[in-house]
T-cell receptor, first 114, second 114 residues
Framework: AAGVIQSPRHLIKEKRETATLKCYPI?????VYWYQQGPGQDPQFLIS???????DKGSIPDRFSAQQFSDYHSELNMSSLELGDSALYFC?????????????FGPGTRLTVL | DQQVKQNSPSLSVQEGRISILNCDYT??????FLWYKKYPAEGPTFLIS?????DKNEDGRFTVFLNKSAKHLSLHIVPSQPGDSAVYFC?????????????FGKGTHLIIQP
């Protein structure tokens, strides 16, 4: 079965640079979520989109922005990168009407900021 | 403030026995609870969920119990198998059907010993 696709899988950036992470949800899933997981930490919710509109917002820094496109894929844009942004970034997707809010996660993008 | 708590960072269980992973939460507004399993270098995999109106949900070897008055849930795995060795995250969500982010616990590393 098709899963959530994230690209790139690994990304190395310098401080103050920008990064763009991409997420392709499971077919027919119209809701996308972004999470950040620091070393030894639990995943922290950043932001979600439903039908291309921002739906819920968590602890996303102002330096980050995201959007969902007409084909339901999503991009997380990160600017003025800091060392503390080094983390695993997960994208998840779910179909609308999911009664238990089950979210299906991608493999993650490992961002390293030097 | 950690709203979802998994107080056991690790748990070691013999193959064939029962594994019991515990989770406590503080926010009584949570409506849905989910368990995810995570292998290194992979995204979390959805295992099982339960609504706050139920006290038990079973799926094969996995059963989740919810004690709403105690704000406590547990995941039982019977019988435990070597492939169950992974980090297990408890997560909570507000009303289903929306695009709410999940609130995760810090995870419990389950080790199944042969």
């Amino acid at each position: 079965a098709a899963g959530v696709i994230q690209s790139p899988r690994h990304l190395i950036k310098e401080k103050r640079e920008t990064a763009t992470l991409k997420c392709y949800p499971i077919p027919r899933h119209d809701t996308v979520y972004w999470y950040q997981q620091g070393p030894g930490q639990d995943p922290q919710f950043l932001i979600s989109f439903y039908e291309k509109m921002q739906s819920d917002k968590g602890s996303i820094p102002d330096r980050f922005s995201a959007q969902q496109f007409s084909d339901y894929h999503s991009e997380l844009n990160m600017s003025s990168l800091e060392l503390g942004d080094s983390a695993l970034y997960f994208c998840a997707s779910s179909p609308s009407g999911s009664s238990y809010n089950e979210q299906f996660f991608g493999p993650g993008t490992r961002l390293t900021v030097l | 403030d950690q709203q979802v708590k998994q107080n056991s960072p690790s748990l070691s269980v013999q193959e064939g026995r029962i594994s019991i992973l515990n989770c406590d939460y503080t926010n009584s507004m949570f409506d849905y609870f989910l368990w995810y399993k995570k292998y290194p270098a992979e995204g979390p995999t959805f295992l099982i969920s339960i609504s706050s109106i139920k006290d038990k949900n079973e799926d094969g070897r996995f059963t989740v119990f919810l004690n709403k008055s105690a704000k406590h849930l547990s995941l039982h795995i019977v019988p435990s198998q070597p492939g169950d060795s992974a980090v297990y995250f408890c997560a909570a969500s507000f009303s289903g059907g929306g695009a709410d982010g999940l609130t995760f616990g810090k995870g419990t590393h389950l080790i199944i010993q042969p």
